[in-house]
């Protein structure tokens, strides 16, 4: 099954979020926009995210997590 850049939005952020590295960040910065990417993110909660890479999105997105994640994101 083929991944799509904008069907699959969620999910490519999510993964380059936790596993990507700068440049894979820029590209979705790039690719979506920030506010997109801050939407995306903050429907994630702290559980999902390590903290310190909850501290660089949060520096480079402005997002901040919620400790339990809302009904519609589980």
């Known amino acids: ?3 799509d850049a904008e ?3 969620k999910l490519i ?3 380059t979020a936790l ?3 700068l440049s894979h960040l820029r590209w979705t910065v790039e690719r979506y926009g920030r ?3 801050r939407r995306i993110l903050s429907a994630f909660s702290q559980t ?3 903290p310190s890479l909850q501290k660089l999105l949060s520096l480079l997105f402005g997002v901040s997590f919620s400790h339990h994640a809302p009904r519609s994101a589980r």
Do not use: K, P, T
């Open 35 to 37: 506010a997109e990417i």
């Open 7 to 9: 069907e699959d939005r």
């Open 13 to 15: 952020v999510r993964q």
């Open 1 to 3: 099954e083929d991944i």
């Open 19 to 21: 596993y990507g590295d």
């Open 48 to 50: 999902d995210i390590r």
